[in-house]
């Protein structure tokens, strides 16, 4: 994995500060790199982006600096990283974070498997981390794998819902204006900086309301539902039988599509391919069995494509219990070793509950019970509440 | 219920939009009040709030203006009305809806049984509904139960978490300038307009970070997350059993106690007095019976205080499972009737949720048992997830 530079000689090892420089000279710093991209024969990447993460969120109420907050176990910058990970013309991104915080930031990378990340140490003031990212993207060192880009982006850590096309506005902007530093914030002391001292006139780029910032304790808790809803507008339903259209199984995921009317509800033929679209919701029904073979099948391969690296995923195995040949009591007891499959799978990232449908003959009732097999699916899936895996619920 | 004014002779009815007014009077109007309440003999209510609440709410991205939407089911406003009515010394709230809204906003105030509302119609402008407002209040009508205050807040109705000691600095600011008009946002124009048109000097005072504004769909995700965080700062332990300290019942107590550290966990000897201080969370022990008789009494008293009536209460019930004396499907089985008393107590927003937590003869495994089980509680009552009500979680 490429996460940082190893060794001594990469920026992940900066405490080579800059001396003596004054915060008009990031600019001006900045200033320097601009064109480099554009070198003949170079094939360095056109766009980086530096990352000011020195912070100690003060304002947030909480001992942990926001960056480092956790939302669903993982901690705010992670998001940040991949929201600019996901830009394919971002080539390097630099992070500047305190000595302190170092070793935790090179953890966050290896964990969450963060690609083409180097580390600076951050400065004293937000500018001063921003100018050693810039020197360290600036410097042609042998051993360093940073190449000078021709527009450096600066983006807050804690903005994890940065958009692409927002980025390109920048870019865009930052080439045909020839400005060497961006920043969304109007009346940023970035935009103040670069007009007092450059001889080039920065542009101001209107952001989207996504493109705020955790600043509050609040926009943690914003933070985790927006995420949480993002990653819920998908649910793969796995069936342990295709023929028959008519089954109690295709009528649960009916009750699904008409419950969840925004949600996109899928059904699992290739579910490798639906893995690969990134879907973080399954619902593995199972009809014709009364085991958890199906559900284990679908773990493994859930395991084994790492899809739970960066979300948690959800996992219902759903049962149907039919009263005339089986009675509650004992199918309960059948199915509790499910407590168990959780327990493991947890470990993964992965939330997986049981549900148990009750089967009556009566329509109007059956009816019933799969509306409420629904809510109860849809509100597992919403809340993603860790504390409750290896619970059998019943419908 | 004294909410708003019956008949047609109220400000409720106040069809009557003052005519050819240009933003600027509303300031030079609410200076008007100031002092009404001085006269000698009246026994007017010092301080009054207007809460402009005609919005569209264009930003939020919903179609429900951003006062009405939702949050635990129950409308934006009705939280912000509740943080004013807390105050003793706010005798008239006046709340200026559009027509279109007049008979929703009706609903709110009996279903949440807002005391001392009164409504009037909004203006086309946020100005133009303060100004309706105060001239409610300004109007010495025999019919009108309104009285001329000294001291007129203008409150966002969008700002639910304002607290008495702000409000405090407001008025006692308010007296002190005698100013007329205070809005806590800094460069509103009601500041604007009171600097131009006023010969008396408008102060800013310093709001709380609390004081925040609902703009935004993440706004309401973050203040959903905060209510639900301050109604769940305590839990009531309910026993059906006071002799014996050592059972396994305050060993479950105890363990919450360890988990949830922010958490106060008070032991329920005194219901009445614990639900009167707001605890809107309960877990009701049965050690000594296997039925939901405790329970029962419980969700009765709950019922009769009419607690639930602002914010959803949370009521665990836990028994526990001893495999030699009734086999674990049969013990399932049985509290299975826990369904039938969710449904109905979830009409009146009590959330009934089932625990059954094994008890065996080791040590340890009864120890990580406890353990679950706290973690249990401790998800259900963070969550409060109606869509789960009548479950029966195994710890």
Redesign the interface.
């Known amino acids: 994995m490429e996460s940082w530079p190893p060794g001594g000689s990469g920026p992940a090892e900066a405490g080579r500060r800059p001396r003596g420089l004054r915060g008009a000279d990031l600019a001006a710093s900045a200033s320097l790199l601009s064109g480099a991209g554009a070198e003949a024969g170079c094939s360095a990447p056109a766009v980086a982006a530096v990352l000011p993460a020195g912070g100690s969120g003060e ?1 947030m109420g909480v001992p942990t600096p926001k960056q480092f907050c956790p939302i669903l176990e993982r901690p705010l910058i992670s998001y940040t990283l991949q929201a600019l990970e996901r830009v394919s013309w971002i080539k390097d991104i630099v992070v500047a974070v305190t000595g302190e915080n170092m070793e935790a930031m090179k953890c966050i990378i290896q964990r969450y498997q963060h690609k083409g990340i180097s580390l600076v140490e951050s400065g004293v003031t937000r500018h001063r981390s921003i100018f050693n990212g810039l020197k360290a993207l600036a410097e042609d060192q042998p051993n360093c794998r940073l190449s000078k880009p021709e527009v450096v982006i600066i983006h807050d850590a804690v903005r994890p819902f940065v958009e692409e096309d927002v980025l390109l506005k920048v870019v865009t902007a930052a080439k045909e204006h020839g400005c060497s530093d961006y920043d969304l914030e109007f009346g940023t002391e970035c935009l103040h900086l670069a007009l007092k001292y450059c001889h080039i006139k920065a542009k101001l780029i209107e952001g989207s ?1 996504d493109l ?1 910032k955790v600043t ?1 304790k ?2 943690l ?6 995420i949480k809803e993002r990653i819920s507008q998908q649910i793969c339903v796995v069936m342990d039988t295709k023929e028959d259209e008519e089954h109690v199984g295709h009528r649960l995921e009916e009750m699904l599509k008409n419950e969840l009317n925004h949600v996109k509800v899928t059904s699992g033929r290739d579910i490798q391919q639906i893995i690969l679209e990134q879907c973080y919701n399954f619902v593995c029904v199972n009809v014709m069995t009364s085991d958890f073979e199906e559900t284990q099948k679908l773990l493994n391969m859930l395991e084994e494509s790492n899809l739970s690296i960066l979300y948690p995923v959800v996992v219902i195995s759903v049962q149907f219990l039919d009263y005339e040949s089986v ?7 059948n199915l ?1 070793q499910i ?1 168990e499959f959780a327990k493991e799978v947890k470990k993964r990232n992965i939330l997986l509950y049981g549900l148990l449908v009750y089967y009556p003959q009566d329509e109007q009732k059956l009816q019933e019970s799969l509306r409420q097999g629904a ?2 699916i ?3 899936i ?2 993603r ?4 895996v290896g ?4 419908a």
């Open positions: 304002r309301p705020w509050y609040r926009d808790y914003a933070a985790e539902s927006i009675p509650f009591g004992q199918k309960m007891e509790m407590r809510t109860i849809a509100a597992l919403k809340e509440n860790s504390g409750l619970q059998l619920l019943v």
